[in-house]
């Protein structure tokens, strides 16, 4: 598992987020204040090393007065005349208020004590700038489809009587201690994770408080501004359909709860389109070759290596591989009864189909995943399989497995610049395990073992070609070109 990744933000400077190891989390971006890239990576490397350094203790720092000059005093000293050094203890005697020896004239004049120079404030001290709004007011109207005085109507506000903060209104509301939206649901006990209320946090602070701003009141919001918020997110910071809709989510929650609620009496949002998911990139397998290279290495972490074992020849998603419980083994038929799924956001939900199915799983593998349960410290038939260091009663986070699977491509010679091409994560794992079952099996045997619903989805999982699967029409190819050839 990678220690660490490194980005560079929009300002250009790069910045660094750290993985826990032990439950595979990672923490916020901290900007290393550098544009090159290798410094920034050994800054990083150090930060990872002695720790990030405390903001407040760097502020403090910037502060006080340096340790030293960096004069080196002893060569000083063997360098100076009797006469140089009269001088010098009389301009020190001045400088500090202390009496000067007047016995022997000087003849170097005596330098003016240096005036005290108010230091500039940090930058802590300094005015915070506003965050910049990039929105504009008369969007529909530039684009010269209709009347500007028309087109400024579709930017009146719909709830003038509400002076709520937009983005601080949607901050509180993702926030489990004083959001009363998440603590009817928690009481209604529907989930809703603290992981996913972070997310929601974040969306605030990334893409609604930059286009909006602190001031931007709920009742001036209107459809044509959201509409103009997610072109933004759409041309200008280029993101995916998925992003864009999870930051709409954001805000759509938010407004559906106000209206439900009556403090307006307008959902702005009520009307304003998803986008699509077309755009996203199509997910690409390991060949196999590089199966079996994985296979065959030696990894560092077994939960990684049982993890990879379960998604590659067994099929298992990320979430079910970590909602593995005790009671799902069973030892003596070597088969897994798949009945949960432990969802990103830290809560144990049904499989993805609400499906309970059973998964043959090779003996060895069978073994080693009751060893692994029987580590955990409360170990019983609940307890999970994959449970994680920082919280026994809890499994892994399904994103963990990502990190060590990219760790290992990494060893057998998949670089980061060719994963991302390929677009290869854990998940593709599955990908393979569906691709290669459906060139060696009926497609309901794939789609009982994968635990799909429609036999298109399984089509749509199956929809690679392996390289024995094309060696072998490669030979029914040439065996009908001889055939040919040899009766002509």
Not at 67 to 94: H, M, P, Q, W, Y
Not at 300 to 312: G, K
Not at 435 to 442: K, P
Request: charge should be neutral.
């Amino acid at each position: 598992m990678r220690p660490f990744y490194i980005s560079k933000n929009r300002y250009g400077y790069y910045s660094v987020r750290f993985v826990n190891p032990e439950t595979g989390l990672m923490t916020p971006y901290k900007s290393t204040h550098t544009a090159d890239y290798s410094e920034a990576l050994l800054i990083a490397a150090q930060w990872h090393k002695e720790g990030t350094p405390d903001k407040q203790a760097r502020q403090l720092n910037s502060r006080s007065a340096p340790s030293g000059s960096g004069i080196d005093i002893n060569k000083l000293l063997t360098r100076l005349t009797d006469s140089e050094a009269l001088t010098l203890f009389n301009a020190l005697s001045v400088r500090f208020g202390n009496p000067a020896l007047n016995s022997t004239p000087v003849t170097t004049p005596i330098p003016a004590p240096t005036p005290v120079v108010e230091a500039a404030p940090s930058v802590s001290d300094l005015p915070k700038k506003a965050k910049v709004i990039v929105h504009r007011k008369n969007a529909l109207a530039d684009s010269g489809m209709i009347p500007q005085e028309i087109a400024n109507k579709c930017y009146e506000a719909l709830n003038p009587e509400c002076n709520l903060n937009l983005c601080e209104f949607l901050k509180n509301f993702w926030d489990p201690e004083k959001s009363e939206y998440i603590k009817n649901k928690r009481a209604h006990k529907k989930p809703c994770g603290d992981y996913h209320c972070k997310e929601m946090r974040g969306m605030v602070d990334r893409y609604w408080l930059p286009f909006f701003g602190e001031d931007f009141t709920v009742g001036e919001l209107t459809e044509q501004y959201l509409e103009d918020f997610l072109q933004e997110l759409a041309n200008f910071r280029h993101l995916k359909g998925a992003t864009i809709n999870h930051a709409r989510t954001c805000g759509a929650t938010g407004l559906k709860w106000l209206k439900n609620k009556g403090i307006i009496h307008s959902n702005p949002m009520a009307n304003v389109e998803a986008f699509s998911k077309s755009d996203a990139t199509a997910r690409g397998i390991p060949s196999e070759r590089e199966i079996k290279e994985l296979y065959e290495l030696e990894w560092d972490n077994e939960v990684m290596y049982l993890a990879f074992n379960l998604s590659a020849f067994s099929g298992l998603r990320p979430g079910e591989i970590s909602g593995l419980q005790v009671q799902d083994i069973d030892a003596e038929k070597d088969i897994l009864t798949i009945r949960h799924s432990w969802h990103r956001t830290g809560y144990l939900k049904s499989t993805k189909t609400n499906l309970v199915r059973k998964v043959p799983v090779a003996h060895n593998i069978i073994l080693r995943l009751l060893v692994q349960a029987q580590k955990c410290p409360g170990a019983n038939a609940e307890s999970f399989v994959f449970w994680s260091k920082a919280n026994d009663y809890k499994p892994f986070l399904p994103q963990y497995y990502d990190d060590g699977f990219f760790n290992a491509l990494h060893r057998i010679g998949v670089s980061e610049e060719e994963r991302k091409e390929r677009n290869i994560d854990f998940y593709s794992l599955r990908h393979f395990c569906a691709t290669y079952l459906a060139n060696m099996t009926d497609m309901r045997n794939v789609q009982a073992v994968l635990g799909h619903t429609t036999p298109a989805m399984t089509k749509h999982y199956a929809d690679h070609m392996t390289d024995e699967h094309f060696n072998s029409i490669r030979e029914i190819f040439e065996q009908s070109r001889l055939s040919i050839i040899n009766a002509a």
